[in-house]
């Protein structure tokens, strides 16, 4: 049966696998952990943050400095979506 593992380094989920079993020590079964969690104490929580965007900023802008933030999206890609508008 194939499960669903997330790969935890430093407290952080930095992948989320599909297998049939446990491929090292830090691999934790999961139904829920996203990358760029947090793992402590047995548990996945999602990271809070903060926004430091200026308020005058558009919608897309937002999204896209939060995303960048998060670690989604590379600030290179973010100005080529920026520039193709």
Do not use: H
Request: charged share 25%; proline share 2%.
């Amino acid at each position: 049966m194939v499960n669903q593992y997330a790969v935890i380094e430093n407290g952080r989920v930095v992948n989320v696998v599909l297998a049939e079993s446990e491929l090292a020590d830090n691999w934790v079964k999961t139904k829920k952990a996203k990358i760029g969690d947090l793992y402590s104490g047995g548990k996945f929580t999602s990271p809070v943050i903060q926004s430091t965007l200026p308020q005058k900023k558009g919608k897309m802008d937002a999204l896209l400095d939060m995303l960048v933030i998060k670690g989604t999206l590379s600030e290179d890609d973010a100005n080529q979506i920026r520039s193709a508008q």
